[in-house]
């Protein structure tokens, strides 16, 4: 008897929001060929494991995960960022049917393939037009570009990735098109450099319905915020183009809200980063960005620990922040990176050192955070509900982005749905998150 059953494939996915948009593609392309996907690998033919390779804890995290999808299931594929170096997995887990690099989809199909074959039914297997999504279904990540052309001393992202290619505006728009047409109410724009979207296509315009529109970071976001959905930026560099879209923010048409990797603050560190070193002159361009838009909530992401970072250059990054006003920050402890330059530029500072700074930078930070979230209290929020419970809804305001910023948490007279945006008015604060009742719907 001819088995009919379609194979079965477990996935896993791990890293980054860049990440994450590659296994979409994967698995948009394995359900078109009529794939089952799963979460088991227990039962499934094979299993997929898309991993991370940007730090060690994550080529650790990402070998794991492999070990596992191998005791679980024994045929496993690996791809993604650890798939750079696949001596590293081949000699952790001879055992894996393939390795692939990031975005080698069609390495990864072929794969596939070979390991079991697809059985297609076109009149049963039907695939969403906007592609199958792993994040809830009021939400979703619009990847712009692929690569990076900066050069960061910490960074191998362009040795994993390659140089910027950014996708013609029209393609990224008629993509943004098919998520609003499926539900989505926020928009996620992310790539490796956001705000150098385009230079690689040296800004070409692309046709998009009786218009023509530039590959450019204002255009786009232009574009975008025409759409009538949440849109927030990820990943800007403070190029001074940036500007120009913080009045798109205070109109409404994007969230007042940016994500920008400014990752220290000492000029002598920000140097041997090869990072722009100009502090006084991002202070200058954040006080004008809020003068602009009040209501701007700035993102970012700081590196204690990094070669050569002295005593002085931590206490700088402290009082830089004082004056900044960061609203939401993360912090990572600094981790040599096989093939990063950094490694070579002076002598590591001592893991306890690193330790004892990253406590501090958080618990500096911390006091900001909550300074910030008093001026919301008594305001009204526009919040996007992510989880319900019996009393009390979580959400987010535009302030805050999925899983890496604060909540909002939401009493209401009436059961909230997921992906609903309330008008919430904020009664008190905590150290990160909101919490307030439900005044409009």
Excluded at 210 to 223: G, H, I, P, W, Y
Excluded at 240 to 264: C, E, R, S, T, W
Aim: charged letters at 25%; one cysteine or more.
């Amino acid at each position: 008897m001819v088995e009919t059953r379609a194979p079965k494939v477990s996935f896993v996915s791990l890293g980054c929001p860049k990440a994450l948009v590659d296994s979409e593609r994967i698995i948009t392309r394995l359900r078109a060929e009529g794939y089952e996907l799963t979460r088991v690998h227990e039962g499934a033919d094979l299993a997929i494991v898309n991993t991370c390779g940007f730090l060690d804890s994550a080529k650790t995290e990402s070998l794991t995960a492999i070990g596992d999808a191998l005791a679980k299931n024994g045929k496993v594929i690996v791809t993604g960022c650890l798939g750079a170096e696949p001596e590293t997995i081949t000699d952790a887990h001879p055992g894996v049917l393939a390795v692939t690099g990031p975005q080698q989809y069609e390495s990864v199909l072929d794969a596939v393939h070979r390991a079991a074959p697809p059985r297609h039914y076109p009149f049963l297997d039907l695939v969403p037009p906007e592609g199958i999504k792993l994040t809830p279904r009021h939400y979703a990540y619009l990847k712009i570009s692929e690569g990076c052309d900066n050069r960061c001393t910490f960074c191998i992202i362009p040795k994993l990735r390659g140089d910027l290619v950014s996708r013609p505006a029209a393609d990224v728009l008629r993509e943004a098109e098919r998520l609003v047409a499926a539900g989505v109410k926020e928009i996620l724009v992310i790539s490796q450099d956001t705000s150098a979207y385009g230079r690689d296509l040296k800004y070409a315009a692309s046709s998009f319905k009786d218009r023509d529109v530039r590959a450019k970071f204002f255009d786009l976001a232009r574009e975008l915020g025409e759409l009538g959905v949440w849109i927030r930026l990820h990943y800007v560099y403070p190029y001074p183009h940036v500007a120009d879209v913080i009045p798109l923010m205070a109109q409404g048409k994007v969230l007042p809200y940016l994500d920008v990797p400014f990752q220290h603050a000492s000029p002598d560190v920000l140097k041997r980063m090869k990072r722009p070193a100009g502090q006084e002159k991002t202070l200058e361009t954040i006080r004008h960005w809020r003068e602009t838009c009040p209501d701007l909530t700035i993102r970012s992401t700081f590196i204690v620990g990094f070669p050569g970072e002295t005593d002085d250059d931590f206490q700088f990054l402290l009082d830089w922040l004082d004056r900044a006003q960061i609203d939401r920050v993360g912090c990572f402890r600094y981790e040599p990176v096989k093939g990063a330059a950094a490694n070579d530029l002076a002598a590591l500072v001592p893991t306890d050192v690193v330790e004892a700074r990253w406590h501090r930078l958080m618990k500096h930070q911390q006091v900001i955070s909550e300074r910030r979230l008093k001026r919301k209290v008594g305001t009204r929020q526009q919040v996007i509900i992510d989880q319900v419970g019996p009393t009390v809804a979580k959400g987010r305001s535009k302030g805050d982005a999925p899983e890496i910023d604060g909540a909002v948490y939401v009493a209401s007279r009436r059961p909230l749905r997921v992906g609903e945006i309330a008008t919430v008015r904020i009664d008190r604060r905590d150290a990160y998150d909101l919490h307030g009742t439900a005044v409009g719907f």
